[in-house]
T-cell receptor, first 112, second 114 residues
Framework: AQSVSQHNHHVILSEAASLELGCNYSYGGTVNLFWYVQYPGQHLQLLLKYFSGDPLVKGIKGFEAEFIKSKFSFNLRKPSVQWSDTAEYFCAVKGNTDKLIFGTGTRLQVFP | DVKVTQSSRYLVKRTGEKVFLECVQDMDHENMFWYRQDPGLGLRLIYFSYDVKMKEKGDIPEGYSVSREKKERFSLILESASTNQTSMYLC?????????????FGPGTRLTVL
């Protein structure tokens, strides 16, 4: 069965610090990978996605993620966080069906 | 822009009541989904519909049913609400199987069952 692990449940950073959120999945076949973000009081929205090709994917607001197939990982990175990045971040994987499997989420708090 | 709307942002119901949560999408998507979101548990799929009148159970279907009579509308029904169904409910939609079928989410309904 597919599963997604997000090991960082709560991350606290100061502005300008670098961010890396871990995401590991288990699935033996071809996967599509997603990072979604939920800002306080707002919809869940897509941050970035990987389907094929270049394993380094760039998303909105300066975020990027790297797909490392050998490690079953899709970690999210941002070189310098801002207070406005305070949100909850969800990693998700799609295998050979239309269903997404989500991780448990990482709550990021950025202090000025 | 894809728009997914949900009938209520906040809902308070009593134990034993029948509860209807409505979701409408305006992009002619074939797939629609209902999730519940709980702290520390992420999003868990309750039900999924891939076409009108077609449905498939997700990971936690117990205590819920769904209805999809029109392509744009997907309803989640709590037949007899219980306190353990207090949660945030999220609806989503996507095109059918394809490499680029990301899901688009509604704003959520925060349901409290007293």
């Amino acid at each position: 069965a597919q599963s997604v692990s997000q090991h960082n449940h709560h991350v606290i950073l100061s502005e300008a610090a670098s961010l890396e959120l871990g995401c590991n999945y288990s699935y033996g076949g071809t996967v599509n990978l997603f990072w979604y973000v939920q800002y306080p009081g707002q919809h869940l929205q897509l941050l970035l996605k990987y389907f094929s090709g270049d394993p380094l994917v760039k998303g909105i607001k300066g975020f990027e993620a790297e797909f490392i197939k050998s490690k079953f990982s899709f970690n999210l990175r941002k070189p310098s966080v801002q207070w406005s990045d305070t949100a909850e971040y969800f990693c998700a994987v799609k295998g050979n069906t239309d269903k997404l499997i989500f991780g448990t989420g990482t709550r990021l708090q950025v202090f000025p | 822009d894809v728009k997914v709307t949900q009938s209520s942002r906040y809902l308070v119901k009593r134990t034993g009541e029948k509860v209807f949560l409505e979701c409408v999408q305006d992009m002619d998507h074939e797939n629609m989904f209902w999730y519940r979101q709980d702290p520390g548990l992420g999003l868990r799929l309750i039900y999924f519909s891939y076409d009108v009148k077609m449905k498939e159970k997700g990971d936690i279907p117990e205590g819920y049913s769904v209805s999809r009579e029109k392509k744009e509308r997907f309803s989640l029904i709590l037949e007899s609400a219980s306190t353990n169904q207090t949660s945030m409910y999220l609806c989503a939609s996507s095109i059918r199987t394809g490499a680029y079928n990301e899901q688009f989410f509604g704003p959520g309904t925060r349901l409290t069952v007293l």
